[in-house]
């Protein structure tokens, strides 16, 4: 194995590990302080796949941007908001199993998820990567956006702006108490 090898492998256990940590997490802002690492992580495993426009916009947008919004929500919303409805206080058993339910069935899922992965890579057929990596990564990117795949890039820009108008919308009409 290369050092790039362990590079990669080191990586992708420490996104792998931060991952996990978020959806086990009790306390919402530890989740998504471990949702930034594992954006981090991505972006690493980004950048020793040679891509690293992709690793800059993806510590640009979802570590700079949606981890900083999530943190802000978080921030900004009060206690009750944050922690829910009271349990009763005859659910002690079912709290009680909570903790082993929320930390082995994420584990689980992972885990056969992984195997679904590895079978799948394992009986396709990949094409040999090319002799030389460009350097020229925004580029490339920009003219498959901009030529082969106009059509969903515009799709997905609309539906985005949909999404953004409906967002609005439904804010507007709860603010107004309709």
């Known amino acids: 194995m290369t050092v790039t090898d362990w590079v990669f492998l080191a990586v992708a256990a420490v996104t792998l590990f931060s991952a996990y940590r978020v959806v086990v997490s009790r306390k919402i802002m530890h989740a998504a302080l471990w949702l930034g690492l594992t954006f981090f992580g991505v972006a690493g495993i980004f950048l020793l796949l040679g891509a690293d426009f992709l690793a800059a916009a993806q510590v640009l947008v979802y570590v700079g941007a ?3 919004i999530i943190i802000f929500g978080i921030m900004l919303s009060t206690p009750e908001e944050l ?33 679904v992965m590895v079978a799948l890579v394992n009986r396709g057929e990949w094409p040999s990567p090319p ?23 515009e799709v997905a820009s609309v539906v985005l702006l949909v999404a953004l108008v409906g967002a609005i919308a439904l804010a507007l009409k709860e603010e107004s108490g309709q």
């Open 66 to 68: 949606v981890t900083t």
């Open 83 to 115: 922690r829910g409805p009271s349990p009763e206080a005859g659910s002690d058993a079912a709290s009680s199993a909570a903790p082993t339910r929320r930390s082995f069935l994420p584990l689980v899922t992972a885990i056969g998820f992984a195997a």
């Open 131 to 153: 002799g030389s990596v460009s350097t020229d990564t925004p580029r490339l990117l920009g003219e498959a956006l901009f030529t082969r795949f106009v059509i969903p890039f």
